[in-house]
């Protein structure tokens, strides 16, 4: 089963896709103040990379912390 796991809540923007609990692609940006700019592309770099469609994922985590 593939997840798909965003954290936007704190100074590292990271993006991952899990298979069954397991990370295999990922990415994330230390720029501050520009998560929104780079979350969308972030996802769709990780769908291509793993070969997957978004319909694909099964399950969607995202951190809602004090950001």
């Known amino acids: 089963m593939w997840s798909l796991a ?36 972030f996802v769709a770099d990780l769908l291509e990379a793993s070969h997957l469609k978004l319909q694909d994922i099964k399950f969607i985590s995202v951190g809602i912390g004090p950001g």
């Open 6 to 41: 965003i954290e936007s809540s704190t100074q590292v923007a990271s993006v991952a896709l899990l298979e069954n609990s397991e990370v295999r692609f990922q990415k994330e940006s230390r720029i501050q103040k520009s998560h929104s700019e780079h979350l969308n592309q």
